[in-house]
């Protein structure tokens, strides 16, 4: 199941284009094929399930489009884990898509925690059905952190979220950083520009880069046929909870289909955290220290 190519002007950078040649070599080799049109909102999931509702169920998810581009020039992050709860909760999500796909009505369901065999705790979120909640708890984890957070996105434009890192910031209790796609959220700020209720974002944003050592990468700007190599990660990091999927931290993400997963976990919080300041340092954020 994929996302369908868009037919009219949209803000850059657009979904990838289908290769239907290759589609259309998987069709011959017998794969069911599910386009879903990206209309008025992309189906943007990237995840895979393996043997679902079995007790070997798996799944894979992240930020990584399955395209070259994304594998070899973009810094995505990507996810494996083993659990036939979570497992039945994507294949629930990708049934609905692929029984009526159509992005609004899909992702009308709250999961519940669960753990993983070394009692790793975790939910999964879907949008855009849940894609309001899943902001707001995403906020509420970023107002409720104590001692750091980690911001790795290529765009921030949430009000939630916004609004809560800016208090964050404001209230200096935890250590901020991050990295996010520059190009991207000039293009974002250019749109702000002309919306007349959007000039509080434009100027929280702006306090908020000024106020912590953001690194912000400078893209290559999208043109048809040019090397997309944004800075395509998509993970937040509130102390010890994670949240790492296809989901950007704006509101469209609300409304597209995505997913993402929060993990409470000690070390995988601390796994992200030095991704995401490992990037953050390539692209002129806060450099990194010791070893």
């Not at 959007?198 to 100027?203: R, V």
């Not at 912000?216 to 190599?229: E, L, Q």
């Not at 289909?257 to 990037?279: G, K, M, R, W």
């Amino acid at each position: 199941m994929f996302n369908n190519d868009y037919p009219d002007t949209i803000p850059v950078p657009p979904p990838a284009q289908v290769d239907w040649a290759f589609i259309d070599q998987l069709k011959a080799m017998g794969v069911a094929i599910k386009p879903v049109q990206g209309v008025p909102d992309l189906m943007h999931h990237k995840y895979a399930v393996r043997d679902a509702a079995t007790p070997q169920a798996a799944v894979l998810s992240g930020s990584m489009n399955w395209t070259n581009d994304s594998f070899t020039r973009e810094e995505n992050v990507s996810f494996i884990f083993a659990s036939a709860i979570v497992g039945a909760d994507y294949t629930r999500n990708f049934e609905e898509l692929w029984q009526r796909p159509v992005v609004a009505m899909s992702g009308r369901f709250t999961t519940q925690w669960s753990a993983l065999a070394d009692s790793t705790k975790l939910r999964a979120y879907f949008c855009p059905g849940r894609g309001v909640q899943l902001s707001h708890a995403i906020a509420k984890s970023i107002s409720s952190a104590q001692k750091r957070l980690r911001i790795c996105s290529p765009v921030i434009t949430s009000g939630p979220i916004l609004g809560a890192l800016g208090d964050a910031c404001l209230n200096g209790k935890a250590d901020i950083s991050g990295v996010y796609d520059a190009t991207e959220m000039d293009e974002v700020q250019r749109q702000w520009a002309t919306q007349a209720t959007a000039s509080w974002k434009t100027a929280a944003f702006q306090s908020i880069v000024k106020a912590v050592h953001f690194g912000s990468k400078r893209s290559i700007p999208y043109s048809k046929g040019s090397v997309h190599d944004f800075m395509h990660a998509k993970i937040l990091v509130a102390d010890d909870f994670v949240y790492c999927g296809s989901f950007n931290l704006s509101h469209s993400g609300e409304q597209n289909a995505e997913n993402v997963v929060q993990f409470e976990s000690p070390q995988i919080a601390n796994l992200c955290a030095a991704y995401i300041d490992t990037v953050a340092a390539r692209y002129g954020g806060r450099p990194l220290t010791g070893t």
